[in-house]
Nanobody, 116 residues
Framework: QVQPVESGGGLVRPGGSLRLSCVAS????????MGWYRQAPGEERESVAT???????NYSGSVKGRFTISRDNDKNTVYLQMNNLRPEDTAIYYC??????????WGQGTQVTVSS
């Protein structure tokens, strides 16, 4: 089954920035509400940011003002610009559709580690 492909993670110092990308294959992407999710060790996967098909965005309280989600429908791609990163942002980041059932099987994700 096709999975989204996330990239752009890495090791960054507190206060640094990263830009994540996610390519989600398949038709109808432009009509999908999309989200970025993250899972820290020992924690449940949580929603970080969402963008509707029309471009409206929403953020969890912990990232609001620091992260920006965007999309490029011509490239079937969703982005997450992360600024002023904190150690508590350390997690594996995934993208998928919003709501249930998910449109795609969860991908491998991309590891973000914030540490000095």
């Amino acid at each position: 089954q096709v999975q989204p492909v996330e990239s752009g993670g890495g090791l960054v110092r507190p206060g640094g920035s990263l830009r994540l990308s996610c390519v989600a294959s398949g038709s109808g992407f432009r009509f999908d509400h999309m989200g970025w999710y993250r899972q820290a060790p020992g924690e449940e996967r949580e929603s970080v940011a969402t963008v509707t098909a029309l471009g409206s965005t929403n953020y969890s309280g912990s990232v609001k003002g620091r992260f920006t989600i965007s999309r490029d429908n011509d490239k079937n791609t969703v982005y997450l610009q992360m600024n002023n990163l904190r150690p508590e942002d350390t997690a594996i980041y995934y993208c998928n559709s919003v709501g249930r059932p998910k449109k795609w099987t969860w991908g491998q994700g991309t590891q973000v580690t914030v540490s000095s």
